[in-house]
């Protein structure tokens, strides 16, 4: 329904007259089955492990290409021969990826790698670079598919009413608390540092560094969970200070649920630390399938039978629940690659302080970024009722493409490109040269078709994903704006993000830090006209000030890559697209758009089958219109398509 004048609903009756039913922290009735696997989740994790390699066979050969040739652009054109499969051959030493024992040897290597000579840095930059971002590629994609129906399953029990407004607000507090000190923080502080030891084959100091880091996000986490159960309404003011009554009645009690589940998704960015350190990448990125798999049957269980207010305060329990089954399916594989964790806080190790000295200004910089987001919901509990939850519903869509071609690359690299810090300098910045190179043309070629579909076909992805039970299509049609204000700084976010990670390989945390400042502002300032003075001056519905947030973020993204780039270049010199190539993917996508519109006219009150029609045909169009200009990325892509027929 339109967020526009929406009736205020009394959605948060008490589901009893008992006294546990006025407790905000009274705990909801869990689901058996959910609880029985939380328990069974610390034995059966290595089963996790190596049967999730099976499941998502079919999708390996499009991810296998898109990372496993990230770095090394093929130049290869039809008609042309290609060494890559000879090269990679030779590459198959003692120190890579062992792929024997497999049934699937040409898509997935195993799990563990092989150790049997010391690890240089030689030995580093031997291992093939496409393959750990092969493992993060497939563990995101399969995280990401388990959040898309997580969205669909809110849109339909939820939709954007009041209730939803209150709990996703609610979710807003952990996720920014696991964002400060979780995955972003220790990619850049924790896993160079473990990383240069476990090269160096120093694996007493590497587990006193784990150790040491672990326990200080132990301790700091508790502490701030029993801080943030206690101080929880004065949070709600600052988070969503236009929630009055029993919306903001209601998101107190969530995020005093919710609190407890943080402690776990930080120590969960913990193991993913040490995990992608010995290479288990597919483990730590798909382990949040499990969080979404939790809400989702909370949703299903309860969506029938209680009210909306029960119905989000059981759906929170279930999320804590998640967030230690998270936890606990990577616990085991921790314990057996390290075996001397323990508890510890002795910092006096410079390896250890290197650590610290490194988190500050990342935790800065992170702080910040996280700010942009909260002053957007802050800004979106200003407008019409139900906007908190449009916002986030077109966040989770936008971050996708993210995620896919800027995430998986960026944390498969950084180990690797770490133990590479220990050869000569020179040699490791004319490799991170041609690497920036190559990875900044791959995603070109997919996050450009990736914005025109948020153009062009906004609203079908939108109405695939979402419209259902009290999702509209009038909700739908708010998404697809805020869709298009997204597309403007896709392509920039997704850079931004790689640049990013170019400076901490280069052990450089505090120039990201400055121009973080930067985005942060103009977000602030921008996002603030668009969604109040600019709507009043063109006499438009408030509630459209919305589509303003995600478009001020994306000129802001803009601005921050502009500087990432041009600092980085005075650092190893020129790299960018060329012009011609980004005028011709831009043309192509343009014009498949233009292809495959009509058949979404064709299909118009039928959003799903809209979208399983409309967007592979899209997807399909722009690939071949690659094909035809003779495109390398989509050459290799094909090619690589065929070879596993």
Known sequence: MPIAGLPVLNFCQPCGPTKSSQNPLSLAPAPLPVVVLVLVLGRSSWRYERKSRRLLSPLVPLLSWQTASIFQPSTRTRGSTSTSTSTSTRMRGRNTISCRGSGIESWFPRFTMQQKSPKTAKSGKERSPGRPAVLVAAGIMLSRIAGLIRERALAHFLGTLPAADAFRAALRIPNFLQNLFGEGVLSASFIPVYSRLLASSDERDANHVASVVGSLLALLTSVLVILGIFSTPLMIDAI??????????????????????????????????ILNSHGRFFLSYSAPVLWNLFIIAGLLLFGAKESLSNLVVST???????????????????????????????????????????????????????????????LASLLPSGSVALLNCAQTIGLLPISLFGMSISAAELPAMSRALAGDEKVVRVELLKRLTAAMRRMAFFVIPAAMSFFAFGDTLAGLLYQSGRFTHIDTMYVWALLIGSGIGLVASTSGRLCSSAFYALRDTRTPLRFAIVRVVLTIVLGYLSAFPIPKLLHLDPSWGLAGLPASAGVAGWMEFLLLRRALRRRVGSFSVPGLLLLRLWSIAIFSAALAYPLKLLFTGHPVLAGFVVLPCYGLFYLSGAWYLRIPEADALIGRLRRRK
Do not use: K
């Open 240 to 273: 969503a200070p236009g929630f009055t009554g029993e919306t903001r009645q209601l998101t107190i009690r969530l995020v005093q649920i919710l609190f407890p589940g943080v402690g776990a998704l930080v120590m969960s960015a913990w193991c993913l630390g």
């Open 316 to 378: 929170a329990w279930c999320s804590v629940l998640g967030s230690f089954a998270q936890l606990l399916v990577q616990v085991p594989t921790v314990l057996r690659l390290t075996r001397r964790l323990r508890f510890s806080l002795d910092t006096a190790s410079t390896h250890v302080r290197g650590v610290l000295i490194n988190f500050v200004p990342v935790f800065i910089s992170r702080g910040i970024v996280q700010l942009s987001a909260y002053i957007d919901n802050v």
